[in-house]
């Protein structure tokens, strides 16, 4: 055992890395904050839209068949527009041979333009009772309907029934609406219709309540006397002879141009117009009604609206929308805008995550199994058994509670080894624990190198030069090996075309809920990919808790990168681009430590994700490599880029989608979806169990991980994805350990 160290001053200054850490730390919160606030708004989007929609529920009528004894008499037996002066209710009629006709639930955007030409057509005015949830996401449509003339109303935000809702919700709906006509159409109204609403004699003492608190804020109640009940489509002349009131008597008259197929509507609307002039009847709108009553006067009769003083009595319920009412209603039409192109884009993209998800289980399955099949063969073998020593490269920075264990685990190995320990400027006696247990082990094969704090890069590349041996196997100072790893590992070396060799990570104490969590990651997401990845000759990482390598292909390489975090991703794909052929050994097992809680898992994750950006953007020119070498670039690099990058980035919106289906669509529809997705997940991960002969026990752990693990995983890839498109750069960070994974005794579980 040798032992080289480099000189050391009376005062300890920090590390380069313990340096690097504290700058780190200092940037983290920023981007943590930025990548939280992304997630904050595209469920505020989603949540605002479901809410437009008006999916949010409530959208029924309660009850029918009330008692109506609290409602006076004259409002029960009086006309269809109800006024509130001096806190004493009055009801107005349309007067004869006038026909006040309202539309409601609209805008829509197929329906309504159309509504408005015909009215524009026969110069005949309406009343639109707006739904404000439609109104903010068609705001044109309703600048259109006032431009025209015509006159609007508010029927709640969301369709809601008023009649059992709470005060707080009652003015939550009628503000709402409001400041979506601000935000449309620069104006606000007086005029108010409830949804479910008919004629006055159906008030009843749930609703009545309403009707009042509205009056007293000026509010006008609008209610009908003709209804045309064209919602239940009866055909184009039932429509017309239920909208035409009796004799000569005036009318409210109900039509919708919204909340359904309205095609009748429109083929009667023309047909209504023309029977009415021909009985001579007039047309106007509700405030027309209110004004001719004051005035005790009449619109003229004709096809017209009566002049420009008719004009304006037709916009009398219009206010102008000012100061803080317009500009909210503006950001509110603006916001809706965004929710309006943006869940619809998500919506694409949920099915194109979906696709891409159940693309890559099927592939992962096939391929996995062919690749089972294939090195399970009888006369599989890679050629001569390799028995020539190896040198073992054993980077370590502060890993007093694992080095031991480390080098116990070699010191059992069936294979000839020299053990390289680099000590990368520990501060916690690592090199002396080392020394210690190898003295105490008996190992003659160990050498301790020792070097100012540089980086694990640096440390690797120190060990790779230090070798005596032509192939060298490098792994983490917290790692153990199994008696035959090292055997099985350098076997495909007997291939002159291999370069290097991936191993088979496990996680060493699965004991702990995260643990267990990493566990069927490790086996599920990373072993089953490197399956598919060796089959098709474009492995995108060899794992830095056990690969090896040739050590001149090392050398021409470049050794390992600093340029990355992820310098185990960075050289093997340079070694693919060197034209060397990178493989996957299931057989060769290392025990590692998953992080001891979620600050140290999500600070692990971080590094490898963002790492594997940086060397996905450093070898982008790999994708204009040609021949045997620019195979990485043709497949791996563009399979990487989508099963690790982009669908993790948009994964959640399985989950996002399933909670919005959850809450505002259908329950147990997004529940069944869920677990249709989960049972898929079992499958495959049931499968790689079985590759890896790995005890089933652990996938009960599966729906919790899907519910707490994988979104933190993904919120992990978002942060990374901040962190590269603000050009922020992470140093290599050391995870705490704590040196329970013991020595195998073998291939045990």
Same mark, same amino acid.
């Given at each position: 055992?040798?032992?080289?160290?480099p000189?050391?001053?009376?005062?300890?200054?920090?590390?380069?890395? $313990?340096?690097a850490a504290?700058?780190a730390?200092?940037?983290?919160?920023p981007?943590?904050?930025?990548?939280?606030?992304?997630?904050?708004?595209l469920?505020?989007?989603?949540?605002?839209?479901?809410?437009?929609?008006?999916?949010?529920?409530?959208? +029924?009528?309660?009850r029918d068949?009330a008692?109506?004894?609290?409602?006076?008499?004259?409002?029960?037996?009086?006309?269809?527009?109800?006024?509130?002066?001096?806190?004493?209710?009055?009801?107005?009629?349309?007067?004869?041979?006038?026909i006040?006709l309202?539309?409601?639930?609209g805008?829509?955007p197929?329906?309504?333009p159309?509504?408005?030409?015909?009215?524009?057509?026969?110069?005949?005015?309406?009343?639109?009772?707006?739904?404000?949830?439609?109104?903010?996401r068609?705001?044109?449509?309703?600048?259109?309907?006032?431009?025209?003339?015509? $006159?609007?109303?508010?029927?709640?935000?969301?369709?809601?029934?008023?009649?059992?809702?709470?005060?707080?919700?009652?003015?939550?709906?009628?503000?709402?609406?409001q400041?979506?006509?601000?935000?449309a159409?620069?104006?606000?109204?007086?005029?108010?219709?409830?949804?479910?609403?008919?004629e006055?004699?159906?008030i009843?003492?749930?609703?009545?309540?309403?009707?009042e608190?509205? =009056?007293?804020?000026?509010?006008?109640?609008?209610?009908?006397?003709?209804d045309s009940?064209d919602?239940?489509?009866?055909?184009?002349s039932?429509?017309?002879q239920?909208?035409?009131?009796s004799?000569?008597s005036?009318?409210?008259?109900?039509?919708?141009?919204?909340?359904?197929?309205?095609?009748?509507?429109?083929?009667?609307?023309?047909?209504?117009?023309?029977?009415?002039?021909?009985?001579g009847?007039?047309?106007?709108?509700?405030? =027309?009604?209110?004004?001719?009553?004051?005035?005790?006067?009449?619109?003229?009769?004709?096809?017209?609206?009566?002049?420009?003083?008719?004009?304006?009595?037709?916009?009398?319920?219009?206010?102008?929308?000012? =100061?803080?009412?317009?500009?909210?209603?503006?950001?509110?039409v603006?916001?809706?805008?965004?929710?309006?192109?943006?869940?619809p884009?998500?919506?694409?993209?949920?099915?194109?995550?979906?696709?891409?998800?159940?693309?890559?289980f099927?592939?992962?399955l096939?391929?996995?199994?062919?690749?089972?099949?294939?090195?399970n063969?009888?006369r599989?073998?890679?050629?001569?058994?390799?028995t020539?020593?190896?040198?073992v490269?054993?980077?370590?920075y502060?890993e007093?509670e694992?080095?031991?264990n480390?080098?116990?685990s070699l010191a059992?190995?069936?294979?000839?080894?020299?053990?390289?320990?680099?000590?990368d400027g520990?501060?916690?006696?690592?090199?002396?624990?080392?020394?210690?247990?190898?003295?105490?082990?008996?190992?003659?094969?160990?050498r301790i190198?020792?070097?100012?704090?540089?980086?694990?890069?640096?440390?690797?590349?120190?060990?790779?030069?230090?070798?005596?041996?032509?192939?060298?196997?490098?792994?983490?100072?917290?790692?153990?090996f199994?008696?035959?790893?090292?055997? &099985?590992?350098?076997?495909p070396?007997?291939?002159?075309?291999v370069?290097?060799?991936?191993?088979?990570?496990?996680?060493?104490?699965r004991?702990t809920v995260?643990?267990?969590? &990493?566990?069927?990651?490790?086996?599920?997401?990373?072993?089953?990919?490197?399956?598919?990845?060796d089959?098709l000759?474009c492995?995108?990482t060899?794992?830095?808790?056990?690969?090896?390598?040739?050590?001149?292909?090392v050398?021409?390489?470049?050794g390992?990168? $600093?340029?990355?975090?992820?310098?185990?991703?960075?050289?093997?794909i340079?070694?693919?681009?060197?034209?060397?052929?990178?493989?996957?050994q299931?057989?060769?097992?290392?025990?590692?430590?998953?992080?001891?809680?979620l600050?140290?898992?999500w600070?692990?994750?971080?590094?490898?994700?963002?790492?594997?950006?940086?060397?996905l953007?450093?070898h982008?020119?790999?994708l204009?490599?040609?021949?045997?070498s620019?195979?990485?670039?043709?497949?791996?690099?563009?399979?990487?880029v989508?099963?690790?990058?982009?669908?993790?980035?948009?994964?959640?919106?399985?989950?996002?989608?399933?909670?919005?289906?959850m809450?505002?669509?259908?329950?147990?529809?997004?529940?069944?979806?869920?677990?249709?997705?989960?049972?898929?997940?079992l499958?495959?991960?049931?499968?790689?169990?079985?590759?890896?002969?790995?005890?089933?026990?652990?996938?009960?752990?599966?729906?919790?991980?899907?519910?707490?693990?994988?979104?933190?995983?993904?919120?992990?890839?978002i942060?990374s994805c901040?962190?590269?498109?603000?050009g922020?750069?992470?140093?290599? &960070?050391?995870?705490?350990r704590?040196? +329970?994974?013991?020595?195998?005794?073998?291939?045990?579980?």
């Open positions: 055992m040798t032992t080289t160290t000189s050391r001053g009376r005062r300890r200054a920090p590390t380069r890395m $313990e340096r504290g700058r730390a200092a940037l983290q919160k981007r943590v904050i930025l990548a939280l606030l992304l997630l904050l708004g469920t505020s989007v989603m949540l605002l839209d479901g809410y437009l929609r008006a999916e949010v529920g409530g959208d +029924e009528r309660v068949g008692s109506s004894s609290k409602v006076p008499d004259n409002i029960l037996d009086g006309g269809p527009i109800i006024s509130f002066r001096g806190g004493r209710a009055t009801t107005t009629s349309v007067p004869a041979k006038t006040a309202t539309f409601d639930d805008p829509n197929t329906y309504t159309q509504v408005l030409k015909i009215l524009e057509k026969y110069d005949v005015p309406a009343t639109f009772f707006v739904v404000g949830s439609m109104v903010s068609y705001p044109g449509i309703v600048k259109d309907m006032v431009d025209q003339g015509n $006159e609007v109303g508010i029927h709640t935000f969301t369709h809601v029934d008023l009649s059992y809702q709470s005060d707080a919700r009652v003015r939550r709906e009628m503000t709402q609406t400041l979506a006509l601000a935000g159409a620069g104006i606000t109204t007086t005029l108010f219709r409830a949804p479910y609403s008919s006055t004699d159906a009843d003492n749930y609703s009545w309540p309403v009707y608190k509205l =009056g007293e804020e000026g509010y006008t109640s609008v209610f009908v006397d003709t009940d919602w239940k489509k009866p055909g184009v039932k429509i017309v239920w909208a035409t009131p004799g000569t005036g009318a409210s008259v109900l039509m919708h141009d919204a909340g359904g197929d309205r095609e009748q509507t429109l083929e009667a609307l023309p047909k209504y117009i023309e029977k009415m002039r021909a009985k009847y007039t047309f106007t709108t509700i405030s =027309g009604v209110v004004e001719a009553q004051n005035a005790d006067a009449r619109i003229p009769a004709g096809n017209g609206t009566g002049g420009q003083n008719a004009t304006d009595r037709l916009q009398a319920a219009h206010r102008e929308a000012t =100061g803080t009412t317009l500009y909210e209603g503006k950001a509110l603006a916001a809706v805008a965004v929710a309006e192109y943006t869940v884009t998500l919506s694409v993209g949920l099915v194109v995550v979906g696709v891409a998800v159940l693309g890559r099927g592939m992962m096939v391929l996995a199994r062919r690749h089972y099949r294939q090195r063969r009888r599989f073998g890679w050629g001569p058994a390799v020539r020593p190896v040198s490269i054993v980077p370590a502060n007093k694992c080095i031991a480390t080098l116990e059992r190995s069936t294979h000839p080894i020299e053990v390289i320990v680099v000590d520990s501060s916690d006696g690592t090199s002396e624990i080392a020394r210690e247990a190898a003295q105490r082990l008996g190992m003659t094969n160990v190198i020792r070097q100012e704090n540089a980086g694990k890069p640096a440390a690797l590349n120190n060990g790779v030069r230090s070798a005596r041996h032509d192939i060298v196997v490098m792994m983490d100072g917290d790692t153990v199994e008696p035959d790893t090292v055997r &099985q590992l350098v076997q070396f007997a291939d002159e075309k370069g290097a060799v991936a191993g088979n990570a496990k996680v060493g104490n004991n995260i643990g267990a969590w &990493q566990h069927i990651e490790y086996v599920m997401g990373f072993n089953l990919d490197r399956r598919m990845y089959l000759r492995m995108p060899i794992p830095g808790a056990i690969g090896a390598f040739r050590r001149d292909a050398l021409q390489v470049g390992m990168s $600093e340029d990355t975090l992820a310098e185990d991703t960075d050289i093997t340079a070694m693919h681009r060197a034209g060397w052929r990178v493989v996957y299931e057989h060769a097992r290392a025990w590692t430590e998953a992080p001891g809680s600050k140290q898992l600070s692990q994750r971080y590094r490898w994700s963002y790492g594997t950006m940086q060397a953007w450093k982008r020119k790999s204009t490599d040609r021949g045997p620019g195979r990485f670039g043709r497949v791996g690099m563009p399979l990487v989508i099963f690790q990058i982009v669908t993790p980035v948009f994964a959640p919106l399985i989950d996002v989608f399933t909670a919005y289906s809450i505002f669509v259908d329950f147990r529809a997004a529940l069944y979806a869920w677990l249709a997705v989960l049972g898929i997940q499958v495959c991960a049931a499968y790689a169990f079985r590759l890896d002969r790995e005890k089933y026990r652990y996938l009960l752990m599966m729906p919790l991980q899907q519910l707490a693990y994988r979104q933190m995983m993904y919120l992990v890839l942060h901040v962190t590269a498109l603000t922020g750069r992470l140093r290599w &960070q050391k995870l705490k704590t040196g +329970e994974v013991g020595t195998p005794a073998g291939a045990g579980r």
